[in-house]
């Protein structure tokens, strides 16, 4: 659901030292190797919970 943020965990709100039913921001970022012998491979994944209120993201698109 566009513009929908879901609420913390309570084990999210507890690390992450939020009060109940904040919404919090996942960000899910995946490196792709560009050279070698793993070119086109993911090569990383990483997750990223955040305080919604505290975060925003931007980011550029491009044209290929």
Do not use: K
Not at 10 to 16: G, I, N
Not at 24 to 29: A, H, M, Q
């Amino acid at each position: 659901m566009p513009g929908h943020l879901p609420a913390a965990t309570p084990d999210e709100a507890r690390l992450l030292g939020l009060a109940p039913g904040v919404p919090v921001l996942c960000v899910t970022r995946t490196t792709t190797a560009t050279e070698g012998l793993v070119a086109g491979r993911v090569v990383e994944v990483n997750v990223t919970r955040r305080d919604a209120s505290r975060f925003e993201v931007g980011y550029p698109i491009e044209r290929r």
